[in-house]
């Protein structure tokens, strides 16, 4: 929970387990995240993210100064199961970083995506942009199936970054690919767009933007979930999303890189 709403942009919780090999802060495990019109990670029964004992928890924080001197004290929340525990939780990004969005465009498509590499359930959807967002899709595409919108934002809001909760898990097989098509608004017609007159990168800050589609998923307790494997397709952009997931080194794409 933020402290002062009127600077904090976002906020990520990582699990430092000090392991060997696991840099601390991106390095470590997804724990939690917040955005403006963000809700709680809800889990079904029987399934939780596991913090294991002696683990640190980052705070990573972004700030959007606003010219005055601020104060923030932001908060974390836990609630612990209360049944055992069968499947482990985690969260995952699907983003590409190494977009452009040129001045005065009012649709400018961005894509990304992600081939499962073992079965998993799909709890929940949280895609993110900034100020230029306009609409944001996740497809499904079983191995032996038809692509399948899974969730439709039409009218992205950045002061009301949803958290979609299926009702019932999915179940994906292995090979399962989900791919994320974003729009974003560079035009007048944006009544949120702080400047049409400039191109638009990945970055922090709220005139930059941003495009990760965030998915919660499970996997049987025992059974802990490969994220190396998540690493083997390397689109433009592919360092963001490889320091998102943990463990590489994190900055910018490189500028000029294209979009997909």
């Known amino acids: 929970m933020p402290g002062d709403r009127s600077v904090v942009h976002h906020i990520i919780v990582y699990v430092d387990d000090h392991k060997k090999g696991t840099r601390p802060g991106l ?15 809800i889990f079904p029964p029987g399934t939780a993210k596991k913090i294991p004992a002696g683990s640190d928890l980052l705070f990573e924080l972004h700030y959007t100064p606003n010219g005055r001197v601020r104060q923030d004290r932001s908060k974390l929340g836990l609630s612990f199961a209360k049944e055992p525990v069968v499947r482990e939780a985690f969260t995952l990004p699907i983003a590409e970083g190494g977009f452009i969005i040129p001045p005065n465009e009012p649709a400018v498509p961005v894509s990304a995506s992600m081939t499962l590499p073992r079965e998993m359930r799909l709890l929940s959807f949280m895609p993110h942009m900034h100020v230029r967002g306009k609409d944001f899709q996740y497809t499904i595409t079983r191995p032996d199936g038809e692509p399948e919108v899974a969730l439709s934002v039409p009218a992205y809001d950045f002061g009301w970054q949803s958290y979609y909760i299926l009702k019932e898990p999915i ?9 994320c098509l974003a729009h ?6 944006n009544p949120s767009n702080p400047d049409p007159s400039k191109t638009v ?5 709220t005139f930059e933007e941003m495009m990760i589609g965030y998915i919660d998923v499970d996997v049987p ?32 794409a490189p500028e000029g890189t294209p979009s997909r």
């Open 221 to 252: 307790v025992g059974e802990p979930l490969d994220r190396r494997a998540f690493r083997r397709e390397k689109p433009p952009g592919a360092g963001i999303v490889q320091a998102l997931l943990g463990g590489a080194p994190r900055g910018k």
């Open 171 to 179: 179940t994906l097989p292995k090979g399962t690919r989900i791919d």
């Open 184 to 189: 974003f608004d560079n035009s007048s017609d």
């Open 27 to 41: 390095g470590g495990s997804h724990l939690c995240g917040y955005a403006p019109g963000d809700m709680p990670s």
């Open 201 to 205: 990168r990945w970055g922090d800050q």
